[in-house]
């Protein structure tokens, strides 16, 4: 809620767009629940809601709920590189052949050429092996453990991309085995003391091999493999596959806590954050026009001028997150539990967004100045 000194009225035409889009995404598109969660410096932290958490139950959706935060987790890596590098102990113009001798080795595919900004940024030329698995029928490996090695293994049988930047979790695996054999330790624990910790994360865990979510969260529903049409209920995933790259558990809360911390500087030094922002124009096939890539973030233009900057992430069993920080330092962290099935109902979901920090379409107190 606002606090005292909270100009009169500050975020009531945001509370009012925020739940109108919503509701556009429930009653519209038919996704089971949506949730949000705003952030901003003088009005406080609110949240909104729509739909159902659970579609046996018919419980209300929740924006305190916990859920798999999927891609979200790939800037949580990087922000660990770039802290190691920050530290001097990691280059990112260096090749991947410094920190991984013979990684990324044949099918046209070589570490040596490869750097480490070029990961982060998705530059590298690597193909992503995510494809490759979703190509397989669900049953085969939802419940299955999977190894980095293993799955940047199945990445170097893939045919190169087509295209400069190709958007690509294998980069995050190979990221995360840097920062590995770096720090002597694995990304998680890397993650944990680095990011978690100092930040008082508490909805926030690596679940390893755990297929259920702990504590309160909403379900998550995809397509029925069998083809049926109906959505199916896909809680229950392993997630390895999704490892440095993909396999959070977070809540909007601290999704928001994060992106603030990151840029706030409580984590990384002004000059190291500016690296991270760096662009480069993202394919649109792979994200939405306007969009670039960073270092483990995305910008992306709002419809009132100015950027917002975050990530969001997508898991098969229909978990589906973004974090996004805009001007004048308000954020907003979105939950969904079913993953929209058509490019309105996606442009619908990014328009959460632009309804979180552009709720008229006059200059308002959250859109950045101009000279």
């Known amino acids: 809620m606002p606090g005292p000194s909270a100009p009169a009225g500050c975020d009531a035409a945001a509370r009012g767009a925020l739940t109108a889009s919503l509701d556009t995404l429930v009653t519209r598109h038919g996704i089971a629940g949506a949730a949000a969660e705003v952030a901003d410096p003088e009005c406080g932290r609110w949240k909104a809601a729509r739909g159902v958490a659970d579609r046996d139950t018919g419980r209300p959706m ?17 922000t660990v590189v770039v802290q190691l590098a920050a530290e001097g102990r990691i280059e990112l113009d260096a ?24 990961l982060l940024q998705h530059t590298s030329g690597l193909p992503d092996y995510v494809e490759a698995i979703a190509d397989k029928p669900v049953n085969d490996w939802r419940y299955r453990h999977f190894e980095p090695r293993e799955l940047i293994a199945t990445a170097l049988t893939m045919e190169r991309p087509a295209k400069k930047w190709h958007y690509a979790t294998t980069n995050t695996l190979v990221a995360g085995l840097i ?20 930040l008082g994360l508490r909805d926030t865990y690596w679940p390893g091999d755990a297929t259920r979510v702990r504590g309160a969260h ?44 990151l840029f706030g500087g409580k984590l990384v030094p002004a000059r190291w954050l500016a690296e991270m922002k760096r662009t480069v124009p993202a394919d649109p096939d792979r994200l939405w026009p306007g969009a670039r890539y960073g270092l483990g973030l995305v910008s992306s233009p709002l419809k009132c001028g100015g950027t917002w900057w ?62």
Do not use: M
Not at 185 to 191: K, R
Not at 221 to 242: A, C, I, K, L
């Open 218 to 261: 909403s379900r998550s529903y995809f397509p029925d493999p069998g083809g049926s049409g109906r959505q199916v209920d896909g809680t229950e995933w392993n997630v390895t596959f999704g490892g440095a790259g993909g396999a959070l558990v977070s809540s909007p809360a601290d999704v928001n806590r994060f992106y603030q911390g």
């Open 179 to 198: 920062v590995e054999k770096v720090s002597g330790h694995g990304i998680e624990a890397e993650v944990s003391r680095r990011i978690l910790g100092p």
């Open 95 to 118: 090749p991947v052949e410094r920190y991984l001798p013979r990684l990324i080795r044949g099918n046209g595919y070589d570490g040596r050429k490869i750097t480490v900004r070029q």
């Open 310 to 371: 975050g990530h969001g992430g997508t898991v098969p069993g229909g978990h589906r997150a973004l974090g996004a920080s805009g001007p004048g330092g308000r954020s907003i962290a979105i939950a969904l539990n079913q993953v929209p099935g058509t490019d309105k109902a996606e442009a619908d979901f990014r328009a959460v967004v632009d309804g979180a920090f552009c709720p008229t379409n006059r200059t308002h107190p959250f859109q950045e100045k101009t000279a």
């Open 62 to 78: 929740n924006a305190d709920d916990r859920l798999r935060i999927g891609s979200v987790t790939k800037t949580f890596t990087v």
